[in-house]
């Protein structure tokens, strides 16, 4: 068994008794974020190959950043599991709840990890100086500026974990995949959210990987890989990456 496997196999685990407390906690003032974003760790497993299946035995104590974190519920995976020093990051206004889950965690866990209210559409400070790694999963297309963001990202953080919505076409048929381009929503297009707002190509997004100071290290596709487009549920298609920084600190 690979270092991966290993850790996925506890990452699943430590789904299972975090959604076990969380049913057991059921708070009456907020409910907790909908989605399994421990699923997450599926697509991780899917990304990373050859040496870099074990990245995260070099992540073990050192600090991390889950930015855009929902509950938090990876952070607190990373910080148990790994002794990682964890700054979960969101944005109270667009969080499901409020980050009252991750913060009714940190109590239910006796957790160390420090939650932050941070609204990466302002000229932002991020809590630490510097990060082994960020994650930065499902996040970039809910962000106006998502060049400034990478490049402010990539001066303190060694790695980057990320993933987001691409598009293979334009509504009306137009080929993107090949092009570096980004498609701007309009603010009911995609669920009627209107903080859904840039969806690249697979070639646009790494021309921003490359242009904010980050070199590709692994890099799939999950999801509609046939005729993705920007605003249709039914055709939604998910890039993962890992991410090495050029200018970090």
């Known amino acids: 068994m690979t270092d991966f496997d290993a850790l996925r196999d ?35 497993d899917r990304l990373l190959s050859g040496e870099n299946r074990s990245v995260f035995g070099s992540l073990a104590g050192s600090r991390i950043a889950d930015i855009g974190a929902a509950d938090g519920d990876f952070g607190f995976f990373l ?17 499901f709840n409020g980050l009252r889950g991750a913060r009714r965690l940190v109590e ?45 990202l990539a001066k303190r953080a060694d790695r980057c974990f990320l993933s987001t919505r691409v598009a293979r076409q334009a509504p009306d048929g137009t080929p993107l995949r090949e092009q570096p381009v980004a498609y701007l929503l309009d603010s009911a297009e995609a669920n009627d959210d209107a903080t859904n707002f840039w969806i690249f190509s697979e070639a646009g997004l790494k021309r921003l990987f490359d242009r904010t100071g980050w070199e590709v290290v692994e890099f799939v596709t999950v999801g509609c890989q046939e005729g993705s487009e920007p605003g249709r549920a039914d055709r939604d298609e998910r890039a993962f990456a890992l991410l090495r920084s050029r200018t970090a600190a």
């Not at 789904?15 to 003032?29: H, T, Y």
Request: glycine share 4%; charged share 25%; with cysteine.
């Open 10 to 44: 506890r990452a699943l685990a430590f789904r299972e008794d975090l959604l076990a407390r969380k049913e057991k906690i059921a708070p009456a003032e907020f409910e907790w974020y909908p989605y399994d974003t421990m699923a997450n760790v599926f697509h991780l």
């Open 79 to 95: 910080e148990q599991d790994l002794g990682c020093r964890v700054d979960v990051i969101d944005n109270a206004p667009t969080n």
């Open 108 to 152: 239910e866990l006796s957790s160390s990890v420090r939650v932050h209210e941070i609204d990466l559409d302002s000229q932002f400070e991020l809590p630490a100086e510097r990060y082994g790694a960020v994650f930065f999963l499902g996040l970039l297309y809910h962000l106006k500026n998502p060049f400034y963001v990478l490049e402010a």
